[in-house]
């Protein structure tokens, strides 16, 4: 397993984490996977041979069971992993159980931390935007948090160019603990967060984490242009994160002959593509079998060649964009050499 430094921390985690998603299945996420206690001690303690530090769940997941199982399966292995957990779901019916208040956040806080059995969180991050709550109140309850030890670094997850960077301003501006990494949704056939975020995550030195790299298994393998949504995937009952199809066929296509030349899966193949991506710090996997486990596994074993790559690219290129092509248009003639 490859160790990569989150953001502009000094902090390692492993290049694949393990998303507890699955765990629970309660709710709207029953579509997504509902192991049991022993499936997600089976699944984590094989993440924890294999050299995965990192592992990520959520409070709103199956209403608090994701957490409580996770926390169960790491047992006395919890010092040994970088824990990551977010906050602004609902978590009850109450009028102020869901947002970034400082109240929520700090009734969240306390909650995750019993459920997860552990007495402080490493990466505890904001779920999404919320319009309701100033930013800086938001800001200002996460950096109490961080000094009192609760919490070690902050994240943000689902936010545009501009929250995030409003949110950095901030805390640049006032002296309190920032958001070290984004979890955003990014696959090869999904890469429209390269238009803003990646350059700001890249100037500010922001950690990138990627949710559903498969595209909600679009990209499993199992998918192809001319032939029917197979009964019981995934992507069949749950038709999300929205991909243009168009092109994401064409990327299946180009991934389907890479991925037998290497005799392997599309799967494989998606992942290791987005391990090939500089700005990408970790790939949130998921699994409901040890099969598929074992495949997204061994995929950052996976090295593809520089045509091999090429080719991904000419099929996954997202179409130019204002001000993008401007943006380059004009910076060709601050080259020392002009054309």
Known sequence: MNYRMLGRTGLYVSELCFGAMTFGGEGMFKVVGNQGQAEADTLVGRCLDTGINFFDTADVYSNGQSELMLGKALGARRKDVVLATKVRGRMGPG????????????????????RLGTDYIDLYQIHGFDPVTPIDET????DDLVRQGKVRYLGA????????MKALGISEHRGLSRFESLQAYYSIAGRDLERELVPLMKDQQVGLMVWSP?????LSGKFRRDSQAPEGA?????DFPPVNRERAWSVIDAMDGIARAHSTSVARVALAWLLHQP???????????AEQLEDNLAAPSLKLSPEQLAALETASALPAEYPGWMLAHQGQNRSPSPK
Request: positive net charge; aromatic residues 4%; charged residues 15%.
């Open 95 to 114: 009028v102020n159980e869901v947002g970034l208040s400082r109240g929520h956040i700090l009734d969240s806080v306390h909650a995750s931390l019993k």
């Open 139 to 142: 800001l200002r309850a996460l």
């Open 157 to 164: 997850s689902n936010l545009a160019a501009w929250q995030l």
């Open 214 to 218: 498969l595209a909600g298994g679009l």
């Open 234 to 238: 995934r992507r069949s009952a749950f």
């Open 279 to 289: 700005h990408v710090t970790t790939i949130i996997i998921g699994a409901k079998t």
